[in-house]
T-cell receptor, first 113, second 114 residues
Framework: SQTIHQWPATLVQPVGSPLSLECTVE??????LYWYRQAAGRGLQLLFY??????ISSEVPQNLSASRPQDRQFILSSKKLLLSDSGFYLC????????????FGEGSRLTVL | KQEVTQIPAALSVPEGENLVLNCSFT??????LQWFRQDPGKGLTSLLL?????REQTSGRLNASLDKSSGRSTLYIAASQPGDSATYLC?????????????FGPGTSLSVIP
C-alpha cells in the first residue's frame, strides 16, 4: 500500500532563516506531487505541483521554492523565512493517468518568529 | 474561476443523529469531487471520491451525492458518533491531469456530542 511521509512535523524558525521540508511517497512510482499551505483561518492553497523529476510548477509567487530530486521525493525550501510563511504545510500525491484522487501527508507545522 | 462554499460552517449535534453537509461550486465543469476529513493538527484523509459521471458514492455510514448541473454535492453521515468530530472539506477537480486544479472549500467543522 502507498504511504506518504512528511518531516519535520513541527518547526519553529526565526525570521530570515532557511527552510527545508521534505516529503516522500512509498509504494507507488511516478506520482504527481503537490505542496499545499493551510494558514490559520484560511483554506488550502496550492503552492507547487510536480509531474516528474525536476519538473516544478508554481501556483503563487512567493518566498518559497520546491524541488523534486527523486521520483518520490518533494522538497519545499526557502532561503529566508518571513513571518507570513507561518502555517501548516501539506504534501499530497496522486497517481497519474488515474482517478485524480489526492492523498495527503500528516503535515508540517511551521511557526516563524 | 471556481469558488467553493460549504454550509454550515460549523455544526454541533448529539450522538446518533443523521446529518447532511453541503458543498456548492460555481463552475459545474468538473472532473470529480472529493470529500476529505481533517482532524485538528492533522493532514487530510480522503473519504469519498465521486466521478463527474456518478451520482453518489457510499462508504460505511457515509454517502456522498453529486449534482453537477446545479453545482452541488452533499455528504450524508448516518448515526453520527463522537469519533466523527472533525472538519469536513469538499474539493472539486477541474480535469483529470495534474494541471487541472483542485479547489478546496473552507470546510464544515463538526462536533458530535456524546
Amino acid at each position: 500500500s502507498q504511504t506518504i511521509h512528511q518531516w519535520p512535523a513541527t518547526l519553529v524558525q526565526p525570521v530570515g532563516s532557511p527552510l527545508s521540508l521534505e516529503c516522500t511517497v512509498e509504494g507507488t512510482s511516478n506520482p504527481n506531487l503537490y505542496w499545499y499551505r493551510q494558514a490559520a483561518g484560511r483554506g488550502l492553497q496550492l503552492l507547487f505541483y510536480s509531474v516528474g523529476i525536476g519538473q516544478i510548477s508554481s501556483e503563487v509567487p512567493q518566498n518559497l521554492s520546491a524541488s523534486r530530486p527523486q521520483d518520490r521525493q518533494f522538497i519545499l525550501s526557502s532561503k529566508k523565512l518571513l513571518l507570513s510563511d507561518s502555517g501548516f504545510y501539506l504534501c499530497a500525491w496522486s497517481v497519474r493517468e488515474n482517478t485524480g484522487e489526492l492523498f495527503f501527508g500528516e503535515g508540517s507545522r511551521l511557526t516563524v518568529l | 474561476k471556481q469558488e467553493v462554499t460549504q454550509i454550515p460552517a460549523a455544526l454541533s449535534v448529539p450522538e446518533g443523529e443523521n446529518l447532511v453537509l453541503n458543498c456548492s461550486f460555481t463552475d459545474s465543469a468538473i472532473y470529480n469531487l472529493q470529500w476529505f476529513r481533517q482532524d485538528p493538527g492533522k493532514g487530510l484523509t480522503s473519504l469519498l471520491l465521486i466521478q463527474s459521471s456518478q451520482r453518489e458514492q457510499t462508504s460505511g455510514r457515509l454517502n456522498a451525492s453529486l449534482d453537477k448541473s446545479s453545482g452541488r454535492s452533499t455528504l450524508y453521515i448516518a448515526a453520527s458518533q463522537p469519533g466523527d468530530s472533525a472538519t469536513y472539506l469538499c474539493a472539486p477537480r477541474a480535469g483529470k491531469t495534474s494541471y487541472d486544479k483542485v479547489i478546496f472549500g473552507p470546510g464544515t467543522s463538526l462536533s458530535v456530542i456524546p
